[in-house]
């Protein structure tokens, strides 16, 4: 069998100790099988030629047949060039080269039929190609060409002569290399024959060189079908084993405490969305396994009564329950709701952050170790190792993303069985990337708004229209509401020529001289920064002058209006994120994004999409399609464990899907990976999470 993930990049012809470090570095191509897997970006298609009468500036890269009658060497110094005349008799073209001009007069006959591939462009009015590609006519058979493939390559490469075209000879060479061998099969003969897929030795030959575009699209499909499909598997391989090791506490009874808080302290109905909810979480709980649940929910939609419900489950069957939450305010703030809506029902909830003082620590460690306190509401302050419970039975993770995957993994020791995990976001997270990201967690979504919230109205507003609003805020302000004002820098930043927030206090505070104002950004002092925000939530400043930092943050009813200065420096999730921080109250809320006039099309549409809906999925499924799973809040600090070389998670979910459900149907088939029919797969599995250091434990 051929191993090319272990013969090195540097011994294939015309790599080399050099060029292997720049790939190595670049592109993080280290062996034949990381060449192998390096996917071109696109085609052109070189089958077919162009008449010099149809070139217009504007074209894509074309391809022509004829003769150069004359060079011309025009410019000095830097703006020297060689301007070859070209003609296939149907008109002329220039032809453009700034480097190599002499070597290119000595190899370039006058007279003789070339093949001219490049990209047409205007100059003065002309027509010209700059730096084509240029062979003898005789020597190239146009219906054997297909299409060109396009490989993305850095400027540092392109200078050490690594471009596009470099790497395609690579590629070629390695393609000779293993002339007359098979690359081997990673998919069952059952598997393929059922799905309809190509060879992968067929795939992955073509998607480097495919001859027309029907043949590109049965590798790309094949590609994308094995990429998404063993990421799948191992998620759904990964959550089997945990349900099989992992028991979990079980929470047998619907107690009095649930039930009297249900009927007596209830502040609202619950929604459809939380019933459901509710029902799933409790099904778990009561399951003997781990729960393991991702609650998805828009802000402000009653994920926090959940938590509380699920907390109640754990106290009427004799366990304690602990709410994890990212900021002390944030923690302050859930301790102080949890007690209110609590009322005179017998559950002791206490509150530990980095400022709790000691006695109040030794008191509360005292009450977590002999089981007084039922619910902790703690910041990352639970983790240390001398917090111990006498019986945790759930854990609930607020803003998750906030928290890392060693600080996530903590709440397992806490216990010999470990508790119930529930997570809980209010970046709502594509159906794609949670099926990716989160694939080994069950998926809650809380799709409903409770009654008497209104929609946050949002308007898209240019910076020459900011004397309407100043006066929009001083009504706001004059009714009794507050005000938040959102920019994107601390300081002046010359290269980016953006409002920036110590600018904008100082104005603000010319504008509203009559009333209070809060500064707020990451760079102050923990301390500070909850004095500033404890001043607007009290009500003893009117507006609060921030950057991103209270995208999670305390809760204000009262703050009716977010202004976010430089809308376009946004991206859409972080965009809702912010608008989130208004609406909370039972009044009409607002939001208006101020931006600059000159916008490209993709600033143009994230304001649109934002000022016509307030759905958090649609708006994340908009951003994952904008910017990529890369960008969306919260992936990058869970850490993707997986690189994709083909697939897109926007694009690819009705695939995701399907092969989700093939990779469901092996496992449910095979769940001790032992069957003689399922070799081939679960030894691949092994070999990529092994190459790749695919870290699925990490993913919840």
């Known amino acids: ?48 030629l162009f008449h010099v009468s149809e070139l217009t500036g504007n074209m894509p890269h074309v391809q022509l047949c004829g003769e150069i009658r004359s060079f011309e060497e025009m410019g000095e110094g830097a703006t020297r060039r060689l301007v070859g005349h070209f003609t296939d008799g149907t008109g002329f073209v220039d032809l453009v080269w700034f480097r190599g001009i002499k070597y290119l007069k000595n190899k370039i006959k006058l007279g003789e039929r070339y093949i001219v591939f490049g990209k047409p462009s205007s100059f003065n009015g002309r027509v010209n190609i700059a730096h084509p590609d240029i062979d003898a006519a005789e020597t190239l058979q146009l219906g054997s060409m297909g299409l060109q493939p396009y490989y993305n390559t850095t400027e540092k490469m392109k200078r050490s002569g690594l471009n596009s075209q470099a790497m395609a000879k690579l590629v070629t060479t390695l393609f000779n290399l293993l002339s007359g061998q098979l690359l ?42 094995d990429e998404l499909f063993y990421i799948q598997l191992s998620i759904l391989q990964y959550a089997n084993e945990r349900t099989k090791k992992y028991v979990g506490h079980r929470f047998s009874k619907v107690g009095e405490v649930f039930n009297r808080f249900y009927s007596e302290c209830l502040p609202f109905e619950l929604t459809n969305a939380q019933k459901r909810v509710v ?86 460690l005292e009450g977590l170790s002999n089981g007084a306190i039922d619910i902790l509401v703690s910041t990352h302050a639970v983790l240390e190792e001398n917090v111990q419970f006498l019986n945790l039975g759930i854990v609930i993770i607020d803003e998750q993303h906030r928290f890392g995957v060693a600080q996530r993994a903590k709440m397992w020791t806490k216990n010999n069985i470990p508790p119930h995990i529930l997570v809980m976001t209010a970046t709502p997270i594509p159906r ?41 805020l001083h009504k706001q302000i004059a009714l009794g509401r507050q005000v ?12 980016l020529d953006l409002k920036n927030l110590e600018d904008g206090y100082k104005h603000l505070c010319n504008v509203f001289c009559d009333y209070s104002i809060s500064k707020l950004h990451g760079k102050m002092k923990p301390a500070d920064k909850d004095a500033e925000m404890q001043r607007f939530a009290s009500g003893e400043t009117q507006i609060l002058v921030s950057t991103t930092v209270i995208e999670v943050g305390v809760d204000v009813p009262n703050a009716t209006v977010m ?22 109250g039972g009044g009409q809320s607002y939001c208006l994004l101020v931006t600059d006039y000159k916008l490209s099309e993709d600033t143009r549409k994230r304001m649109e999409i934002m000022t016509s ?51 469901r149907e092996v496992v449910e088939s095979d769940p001790a990976c032992s069957s003689p029919q399922y070799r081939i797969i679960w030894e691949h599995l092994r070999l990529i999470k092994y190459r790749n250091n695919w870290r699925w434990g990490a993913i919840s």
């Not at 990337?433 to 809380?446: C, F, K, P, R, W």
């Not at 200065?565 to 921080?581: C, D, I, V, Y």
């Not at 990058?636 to 995701?656: H, M, Y």
């Open 432 to 472: 794609t990337l949670a099926m990716t990201l989160y694939g080994d967690l069950e998926v809650s979504v809380i799709d409903e708004l409770p009654p008497g919230r209104k929609p946050i109205l949002t308007q898209h507003l240019f910076h020459n229209r900011m004397e309407e609003v100043y006066s929009f």
């Open 613 to 663: 809906s307030n759905d958090g999925f649609v708006i994340a499924e908009a951003d994952l399609k904008l910017r990529g799973p890369g960008d969306i809040e919260g992936t990058q600090q869970s850490g993707i464990a997986f690189d994709l070389k083909i697939a897109n998670l926007a694009r690819d979910e009705q695939l995701l899907q399907y092969v989700r459900n093939v990779a």
């Open 1 to 48: 069998m051929l191993d090319l993930a272990s013969r090195d990049i540097k011994f294939l012809p015309g790599v080399g100790e050099q060029r292997a470090a720049l790939l190595n570095r670049e592109l993080k191509i280290y062996s034949l099988q990381d060449l192998l897997y390096y996917f071109p970006y696109k085609y052109v298609d070189r089958s077919r």
């Open 563 to 584: 202004v976010i200065e430089n809308a376009e420096r946004f991206g859409l999730s972080q965009l809702h994120q912010l608008r989130g921080r208004v609406g909370r």
């Open 279 to 364: 029902k799933e979480i409790r099904r778990d709980v009561n399951s003997n396994h781990q729960m393991n649940r991702l609650l998805q929910g828009d802000v402000g939609s009653g994920k926090t009564l959940v938590a509380l419900l699920s907390m109640l489950l754990a106290k009427d069957n004799g366990y304690q329950a602990c709410l994890m939450v990212p900021t002390e305010i944030l923690a302050e703030q859930h301790c102080a709701t949890l007690r209110r809506m609590l009322g005179l029902l017998p559950v002791r909830v206490e509150l530990l952050t980095g400022s709790s003082r000691q006695k109040e620590r030794r008191e509360i």
């Open 184 to 225: 081997p099969e990673t998919l069952t003969p059952d598997l393929i024959i059922k799905h309809r897929l190509i060879s992968l030795n067929d795939a992955l030959r073509i998607i480097h060189f495919p001859k027309n575009t029907d043949e590109l699209q049965c590798a790309r499909h094949r590609l994308k079908f």
């Open 484 to 495: 938040y004002v959102v920019y994107p820098l601390i300081k002046e930043n010359e290269k």
